[in-house]
């Protein structure tokens, strides 16, 4: 089955710099790859996804990379601000038993130092 | 408001305490799924249901139970809970027989003391 790995754990910045989060995942057959927020108290929400035919996506501050042949994906944060200080998941889409389902990584804390 | 719902949303209960957390969605959704959520590990799926009828493990099932006996509703049922069920547990669910975007909701802190 799929098996997903995320880095860092922890992640701080000053506002106004960017951060990236990086995930590698092991089952080359999955073509699927969220991003999750999950502020203090609240439920995880989707931020962005990428699926397998494209590099590359893009929605304001936020984009995901995706490199196939390396397997791994990362999500990049550009002109970070408090707002942006969460628990971010990445998951991968698992073809193996579990027929499709997420599989997420360990999860990374972004804080955002004003 | 398309949402997931979940009761209670918080829960202290003893050791071998019968209990069960409801999940029901309005957004016709064919996927949902239980996750828990423990500091330092992530979302753990527990069970996963593609449709009505249809349910299957996930990564942690030992000692839950689930049902789907009508689409909107999807209950996660202890048989009898133990200390090590301590956790945040999620709902989610997602339109398709795959788990495509999830909409999650809003949690059950449950303790087993």
């Known amino acids: 089955g799929e098996n997903v790995e995320q880095h860092p754990s922890t992640l701080s910045v000053q506002e106004g710099d960017s951060a990236v989060i990086k995930c590698t995942y092991s089952?080359?057959?999955?073509?699927?790859f969220p991003w999750y927020k999950q502020e203090l108290g609240k439920r995880p929400q989707l931020i962005i996804d990428i699926r397998s035919n494209v590099g590359e996506k893009k929605d304001q501050r936020i984009a995901v990379t995706l490199n196939k042949t390396a397997k791994h994906f990362s999500l990049h944060i550009t002109e970070t601000q408090p707002e942006d200080s969460a628990v971010y998941f990445c998951a991968a889409r698992d073809y193996g038993g579990s027929q499709g389902n997420l599989i997420f990584g360990k999860g990374t804390k972004l804080s955002v130092k004003p | 408001e398309a949402q997931v719902t979940q009761n209670p949303r918080y829960l202290i209960t003893v050791t071998g305490k019968k209990l069960t957390v409801t999940c029901s969605q309005n957004m016709n959704h064919e996927y949902m799924s239980w996750y828990r959520q423990d500091p330092g590990l992530g979302l753990r799926q527990i069970y996963y249901?593609?449709?009505?009828?249809?349910?299957d493990k996930g990564d942690v099932p030992e000692g839950y139970k689930v049902s789907r006996k009508e689409k909107r509703n999807f209950p996660l049922i202890l048989e009898s809970p133990s200390p090590n069920q301590t956790s945040l547990y999620f709902c989610a669910s997602s339109q398709g027989q795959l788990a495509d975007t999830q909409y999650f909701g809003p949690g059950t802190r449950l303790t087993v003391l």
């Open positions: 249901s593609m449709n009505v009828e249809v349910t």
């Open positions: 089952d080359s057959a999955s073509n699927y």
